[in-house]
């Protein structure tokens, strides 16, 4: 069973830091192209990055230079480093396996809040 648990998430000033991470298990990670995508309040689902099996990465326009996502296929784990953090950066994030529509699987998000 695909398994993928989310954690890190909280609430954070703008400007601040946070670091989520997710546990996968249950299938092969490290032959996945894994990403994260996040919801924020009455919106939909909006792809935020990716990373290849080999380490190649992808950014939303939104969060380059701001966000980086990496991996260890070692111990199965997907971390997105969030610095400088916008009100608008407010949302659920969820950790896919793979990364196009309708990005399942994925866990059952952690909560980012970004707020004065």
């Known amino acids: 069973e695909v398994q993928l648990v989310e954690s890190g998430g909280g609430l954070v000033q703008p400007g601040g830091s946070l670091r989520v991470s997710c546990a996968a298990s249950?299938?092969?990670?490290?032959?996945?192209?894994m990403s994260w995508v996040r919801q924020a309040p009455g919106k939909g689902l909006e792809w935020v990055s990716n990373?290849?099996?080999?380490?190649?990465?992808n950014y939303v326009d939104s969060v380059k230079g701001r966000f980086t996502i990496s991996r260890d296929n070692a111990k199965n784990t997907l971390v997105l480093q969030m610095n400088s953090l916008k009100p608008e950066d407010t949302a659920v994030y969820y950790c896919?396996?793979?990364?196009?529509?309708?990005?399942?699987?994925r866990g059952q998000g952690t909560q980012v809040t970004v707020s004065s």
């Open positions: 990373i290849t099996p080999g380490g190649t990465t």
């Open positions: 249950g299938f092969s990670f490290s032959v996945y192209v």
């Open positions: 896919v396996r793979g990364s196009t529509w309708p990005y399942r699987p």
